[in-house]
């Protein structure tokens, strides 16, 4: 690996009563482009008791030690993705660790990210015990009673009481924090310095800077946008100090705005200008059509920003159903203007919403080929299959990979010529399976983990849920209100929207929100 590395924090091992292996199981790239990542690196480090060393797959040893897994005393896995859950095992095994709870001795193992806070129950026969929403209301308390206890694997109990711990068979509540600005904002970020393109972060050479955490838009098939509500911001000041810090920790002259509605920030057009005054680039990973204003989009222009991405998921009458109102017209406009500034523009579509017919998919192309025209070869489209979440209003549907396929077929027909990537059908049912599956979908994860699967195994784990049926994440407690997911399902299939909350005031979705506590919804 040709790799060198900046602000990696070495300690002496026998010098902290706690070695921890923070894994993620995929590539160096995407891992050192998580904020997430980040996060949990400097909250376990900033303890003088604990080692948080960094183990990224396909790599058998840590970063730091050149240690296997099998050498510390809590495994960490952060999991964004369903198709890493084959890697956690294969990680496991390869640092030499039992992958099954039950015939492993030896380190504690955990796991979270958003794949394990909507459903962790797929990999319940691998790991020990599992956070529910963000590491830092629970990781130091988690840490200090591993400490307290003699056996922690035998006394594994002992973490029942711990909010935002679920142990498999037993019910967990979702912790978030709650103020933004006591969230931990890395700001010795580890630099890489590499000639491997395929070690270069995905977000390039940049500074992380978490804007906000958290959605309010509603769009009914989003996990991320149910699993972290509601939308909770970083004050402008706090994330001034926090890039002006960064920058002299890393040497960075670049920042990331992170965050599922980054580009929803109440004051991003004041954000953008500050960061561009000080002198930085600024990016964003993507950017609601909705928030793309002139204004914003200059400042990213002059920041050095060079490709927008936007997700405009479907035709009008489609997006309705999936409760993203935007207009046609405002598509047109807003990648028009993203054009004319000189921006190349990569476009998301999904296919396979509820309802959608051939006339539909027929819709869908003609919209691509208008965008198309507009300046051939300055848009580019990508068109993935829909895959139903739990805790969204779409957990009741089924994926049926032969209509996927038969849709997808027409798309590639209807819209030849264009520059369109996309999904694969297999590879959704797979997700599919990964993101609704009970605990018996462990069988199937430790077998796909050592050799390829046959289709026909995945397909016996697909099946349709109906309202009013056991649900295998009802042990997971987001806040959300089930009636309230139930209105949408039903909302959904009648085509009516619900406004965003920031705009309309509140619609009851959760048990609790600070935001009605705070009193800033109507």
Same mark, same amino acid.
């Given at each position: 690996?040709?790799?060198?590395?900046?602000?990696?924090?070495?300690?002496?091992?026998?010098?902290?009563?706690?070695?921890?292996?923070?894994?993620?199981?995929?590539?160096?790239?995407?891992?050192?482009?998580?904020?997430?990542?980040?996060?949990?690196?400097?909250?376990?480090?900033?303890?003088?008791?604990?080692?948080?060393?960094?183990?990224?797959?396909?790599?058998?040893?840590?970063?730091?030690?050149?240690?296997?897994?099998?050498?510390?005393?809590?495994?960490?896995?952060?999991?964004?993705?369903?198709?890493?859950?084959?890697?956690?095992?294969?990680?496991?095994?390869?640092?030499?660790?039992?992958?099954?709870?039950?015939?492993?001795?030896?380190?504690?193992?955990?796991?979270?990210?958003?794949?394990?806070?909507?459903?962790?129950?797929?990999?319940?026969?691998?790991?020990?015990?599992?956070?529910?929403?963000?590491?830092?209301?629970?990781?130091?308390?988690?840490?200090?009673?591993?400490?307290?206890?003699?056996?922690?694997?035998?006394?594994?109990?002992?973490?029942?009481?711990?909010?935002?711990?679920?142990?498999?068979?037993?019910?967990?509540?979702?912790?978030?924090?709650?103020?933004?600005?006591?969230?931990?904002?890395?700001?010795?970020?580890?630099?890489?310095? *590499? @000639? %491997?393109?395929?070690?270069?972060?995905?977000?390039?050479?940049?500074?992380? =800077?978490?804007?906000?955490? +958290?959605? /309010?838009?509603?769009?009914?098939?989003?996990?991320?946008?149910?699993?972290?509500?509601?939308?909770?911001?970083?004050?402008?000041?706090?994330?001034?100090?926090?890039?002006?810090?960064?920058?002299?920790?890393?040497?960075?002259?670049?920042?990331?705005?992170?965050?599922?509605?980054?580009?929803?920030?109440?004051?991003?057009?004041?954000?953008?200008?500050?960061?561009?005054?000080?002198?930085?680039?600024?990016?964003?990973?993507?950017?609601?059509?909705?928030?793309?204003?002139?204004?914003?989009?200059?400042?990213?222009?002059?920041?050095?920003?060079?490709?927008?991405?936007?997700?405009?998921?479907?035709?009008?009458?489609?997006?309705?159903?999936?409760?993203?109102?935007?207009?046609?017209?405002?598509?047109?406009?807003? *990648? @028009? %203007?993203?054009?004319?500034?000189?921006?190349?523009?990569?476009?998301?579509? =999904?296919?396979?919403?509820? +309802?959608? /017919?051939?006339?539909?998919?027929?819709?869908?192309?003609?919209?691509?080929?208008?965008?198309?025209?507009?300046?051939?070869?300055?848009?580019?489209?990508?068109?993935?299959?829909?895959?139903?979440?739990?805790?969204?209003?779409?957990?009741?549907?089924?994926?049926?990979?032969?209509?996927?396929?038969?849709?997808?077929?027409?798309?590639?027909?209807?819209?030849?010529?264009?520059?369109?990537?996309?999904?694969?059908?297999?590879?959704?049912?797979?997700?599919?399976?990964?993101?609704?599956?009970?605990?018996?979908?462990?069988?199937?994860?430790?077998?796909?983990?050592?050799?390829?699967?046959?289709?026909?195994?995945?397909?016996?784990?697909?099946?349709?849920?109906?309202?009013?049926?056991?649900?295998?994440?009802?042990?997971?407690?987001?806040?959300?209100?089930?009636?309230?997911?139930?209105?949408?399902?039903?909302?959904?299939?009648?085509?009516?929207?619900?406004?965003?909350?920031?705009?309309?005031?509140?619609?009851?979705?959760?048990?609790?929100?600070?935001?009605?506590?705070?009193?800033?919804?109507?």
């Amino acid at each position: 690996m040709q790799l060198r590395e900046y602000n990696v924090i070495i300690k002496n091992p026998r010098m902290v009563d706690v070695r921890v292996a923070s894994c993620y199981p995929g590539p160096y790239r995407t891992a050192m482009s998580s904020l997430g990542y980040h996060i949990i690196y400097h909250l376990i480090n900033s303890r003088d008791d604990a080692w948080c060393e960094r183990a990224i797959h396909p790599y058998k040893r840590s970063l730091e030690s050149g240690s296997p897994l099998r050498d510390f005393d809590i495994i960490s896995f952060t999991v964004h993705y369903e198709e890493d859950y084959f890697r956690v095992l294969q990680m496991l095994r390869d640092g030499g660790v039992s992958p099954r709870r039950d015939e492993r001795d030896g380190p504690l193992v955990i796991a979270g990210g958003p794949c394990i806070t909507s459903n962790p129950l797929p990999l319940s026969d691998f790991i020990d015990l599992f956070i529910i929403g963000e590491a830092e209301p629970v990781l130091n308390r988690l840490i200090d009673r591993y400490l307290e206890l003699d056996d922690p694997r035998r006394e594994i109990d002992e973490f029942m009481d711990i909010r935002g711990v679920y142990i498999p068979d037993n019910p967990a509540e979702r912790v978030i924090v709650e103020d933004m600005d006591r969230a931990c904002h890395p700001v010795r970020q580890i630099v890489p310095v *590499t @000639e %491997d393109k395929k070690m270069v972060p995905s977000l390039g050479r940049s500074f992380l =800077l978490g804007v906000s955490r +958290g959605c /309010s838009r509603g769009c009914r098939f989003c996990m991320s946008g149910y699993l972290y509500r509601p939308k909770r911001e970083t004050s402008l000041t706090r994330l001034l100090d926090i890039a002006e810090r960064g920058r002299n920790a890393t040497g960075y002259s670049k920042v990331s705005l992170i965050g599922a509605a980054a580009s929803d920030y109440s004051r991003i057009d004041e954000l953008s200008s500050r960061l561009v005054d000080m002198d930085f680039m600024v990016s964003m990973p993507s950017l609601r059509i909705e928030s793309l204003s002139p204004h914003l989009m200059d400042t990213l222009l002059e920041g050095g920003l060079k490709t927008v991405t936007v997700a405009p998921e479907s035709t009008l009458k489609l997006r309705r159903k999936l409760n993203k109102p935007i207009s046609d017209s405002m598509v047109f406009k807003k *990648t @028009e %203007d993203a054009i004319k500034r000189g921006f190349r523009v990569k476009m998301y579509f =999904l296919t396979g919403v509820p +309802g959608e /017919s051939e006339a539909d998919l027929e819709d869908l192309a003609r919209l691509i080929r208008g965008l198309h025209e507009i300046r051939r070869g300055m848009v580019s489209f990508s068109i993935n299959p829909l895959i139903p979440k739990p805790h969204t209003p779409l957990q009741w549907m089924e994926y049926d990979m032969r209509k996927m396929k038969r849709k997808i077929k027409l798309l590639r027909k209807l819209t030849g010529g264009i520059p369109v990537k996309f999904g694969s059908p297999r590879s959704g049912l797979i997700q599919y399976v990964l993101s609704t599956g009970g605990p018996e979908t462990g069988k199937l994860i430790e077998s796909a983990s050592l050799s390829k699967v046959p289709l026909r195994e995945w397909e016996l784990y697909c099946r349709r849920r109906n309202p009013g049926d056991a649900l295998p994440w009802d042990n997971i407690n987001l806040g959300l209100r089930k009636d309230f997911l139930m209105k949408e399902y039903i909302r959904m299939k009648e085509e009516r929207l619900t406004p965003w909350c920031e705009e309309s005031g509140c619609h009851g979705c959760m048990d609790r929100c600070s935001w009605q506590q705070e009193g800033r919804l109507r």
